[in-house]
């Protein structure tokens, strides 16, 4: 059983999927024991949930909850369903709804006696969810903290130690601190590119996070080679659509602006709406800075009525779902307002 296990893991860590949710699956209907089941169902779930199935993942991650209902010694397990569902809601734009699985995930961790790297993995995820609502100080913290565990238990050097590189790299981007996040944003490619190859998704999606921050400093041709490059991957490994192509799309479109080609970056701008659309649907908080954006180069090319709404559409989203003070939502009100 463990054997069929590891291989369903290894697939997963290598984007092989299908071939992940097929190994899983049959490892669990050759399972009869109450714990192993719930270890496998967390993988199966986890797996779903990379293959962009959140219903089906979220229904999984609730069974793991129930079958452990009242048993003691299996706090690891929880912790890792309830990262799994935070990360579901998180990533459907319910952010009230992560937070509750998310701390609950962390103080759970905390009590762990063996269990520093999940404890390490919750922080993390908790601090993906503040950056995304703006609480970016509270981000920081966590991500640290995430970080100086996670290098004192597997070392600097292992591809944990790049996610959390990347994430402080992002965080930092967003605060303005871009030197930080240039630096974060390097370290993370370079661990990752080491340990997983320079194509491994996950260092693509380094490389892109790193992309983003080049395009604010202006290192436009060497993020837009990167976020080209990033394209062809994520096609190749998770087709269309998919979030990661709909944020490259987004800021290949901030390269063409920046570049003056304010045709190709509306292109761009309303492929990116267009696929977020699809994946979240019509309010989702990913699609109002996208919107913003939009709204500025009509607003640009004259057309008004156009940006009004396209402006308006993008605040009252933004409104809806993140913190006041957050620079996201201080940028689209002081666009959009008064309109």
């Known amino acids: ?28 209907r050759r399972c009869n024991d109450p714990l192993e089941r719930a270890n496998l169902t967390c993988t199966l779930a986890h797996i779903r949930e990379a293959d962009s199935q959140a219903v089906s993942a ?51 961790a905390e009590t762990l006696t063996d269990g520093r790297l999940e404890l390490a993995d919750a922080l993390g995820d908790l601090g993906v969810l503040y950056r995304y609502m703006g609480r970016l100080e509270t981000s920081v913290a966590l991500y640290q903290r995430a970080l100086e565990i996670c290098i004192a238990e597997s070392g600097p050097r292992q591809p944990a130690v ?3 590189y990347h994430m402080l790299a992002g965080v930092n981007h967003v605060r303005g601190h871009l030197t930080e996040a240039e630096t974060y944003g390097r370290q ?21 996070c790193l992309a983003a921050i080049l395009i604010d400093t202006g290192g436009l041709d060497e993020a837009e080679a990167i976020l080209k490059h990033a394209q062809k991957v994520f096609l190749k490994t998770y087709g269309s659509p998919h979030f990661e192509l709909a ?23 309303y492929q990116s709406l267009q ?58 009100r002081g666009n959009w307002c008064e309109v």
């Open 58 to 108: 979220k229904k999984l991650y609730q069974k793991v909850l129930q079958l452990l209902h009242r048993k003691h010694g299996v706090g690891i397990f929880r912790v890792k369903s309830w990262r799994g569902l935070g990360r579901i809601h998180r990533v459907a734009g319910d952010y009230q709804g992560a937070v509750g699985f998310l701390r609950l995930a962390v103080r759970q």
């Open 247 to 269: 944020v490259t799309l987004h800021n290949l479109a901030s390269i063409a602006n920046a570049k003056g080609d304010d045709r190709r970056a509306a292109k761009l701008f």
């Open 275 to 332: 696929m977020k659309e699809q994946l979240f649907g019509p309010t989702h908080p990913d699609l109002a800075m996208t919107l913003n954006n939009l709204a500025v180069l009509e607003q640009q090319s004259g057309k008004e009525a156009k940006a009004t709404a396209l402006g308006r559409r993008a605040l009252a989203i933004a409104q809806a779902h993140l913190d006041p003070g957050h620079p996201s939502l201080e940028l689209i």
């Open 188 to 208: 993370a490619v370079e661990i990752r590119s080491a340990a997983l190859g320079p194509d491994h998704p996950d260092t693509v999606a380094d490389a892109a």
């Open 162 to 164: 790049a996610t959390f």
């Open 1 to 28: 059983m463990p054997d069929l296990h590891d291989q369903a893991i290894e697939l997963l860590s290598a984007y092989r999927l299908n071939e992940a949710d097929a190994t899983c699956s049959r490892a669990l």
